[in-house]
T-cell receptor
Framework: KAGVTQTPRYLIKTRGQQVTLSCSPI?????VSWYQQTPGQGLQFLFE???????NKGNFPGRFSGRQFSNSRSEMNVSTLELGDSALYLC?????????FGSGTRLTVV | GIQVEQSPPDLILQEGANSTLRCNFS?????LQWFHQNPWGQLINLFY???GTKQNGRLSATTVATERYSLLYISSSQTTDSGVYFC??????????FGAGTTVTVRA
């Protein structure tokens, strides 16, 4: 079966710009969550969606937002990019039990 | 929030050696998973193991939920086992909390 698909794989943006990342979960999975990985902070939870509803949100500023569509695909948006937003952004899809992660989007802010 | 501590932070092994990675967590959990992060950044799911013992080839894992720890065993290590191993837990709140990881280096 197809895994979790994240696009794009790499992205370079300038400070002040905004960015949208996409995640398609495993077919049939309705839960999608997002994580940020940086060398200094490790892996941190951003938010989780289930059937288009956000069920939990991490401690990130309002510049970070997300949404989920009726086909379970999810997008996250970061507005007014800062240098500190440079990170690997990982999306996870959850079925009955375990989480499966995508390959991630590596965002560099210059 | 829940605290997840992994030890050791770094592990250097000779090919063929066995090793044990540990994960301690500070509260009860409904989900515990072990992941291996490959060089491209993807988290590969090794085990879903909120309790009990599981084995998959040269890897096995044990979680003692009542004592709030989990162990990942790597036997007959190979260079392809190198990478960062993460333990992550969930507390019925739809999010995973990760440990800082154990970086494993297997030398030929």
């Amino acid at each position: 079966k197809a895994g979790v698909t994240q696009t794009p794989r790499y992205l370079i943006k300038t400070r002040g710009q905004q960015v949208t990342l996409s995640c398609s979960p495993i077919s049939g999975h309705r839960s999608v969550s997002w994580y940020q990985q940086t060398p200094g902070q490790g892996l941190q939870f951003l938010f989780e969606y289930f059937s288009e509803t956000q069920r939990n949100k991490g401690n990130f500023p309002g510049r970070f937002s997300g949404r989920q569509f009726s086909n379970s695909r999810s997008e996250m948006n970061v507005s007014t990019l800062e240098l500190g937003d440079s990170a690997l952004y990982l999306c996870a899809s959850q079925g009955e039990e375990d989480y499966t992660f995508g390959s991630g989007t590596r965002l560099t802010v210059v | 929030g829940i605290q997840v501590e992994q030890s050791p932070p770094d592990l250097i092994l000779q090919e063929g050696a066995n090793s044990t990675l540990r994960c301690n967590f500070s509260d009860s959990v409904n989900n515990l998973q072990w992941f291996h992060q490959n060089p491209w950044g993807q988290l590969i799911n090794l085990f879903y193991i909120p309790s009990g013992t599981k084995q998959n080839g040269r890897l096995s894992a044990t979680t003692v939920a009542t004592e709030r720890y989990s162990l990942l065993y790597i036997s007959s290590s190979q260079t392809t086992d190198s990478g960062v191993y993460f333990c992550a837990v969930e507390q019925y709140d739809y999010k995973l909390s990760f440990g800082a990881g154990t970086t494993v280096t297997v030398r030929a």
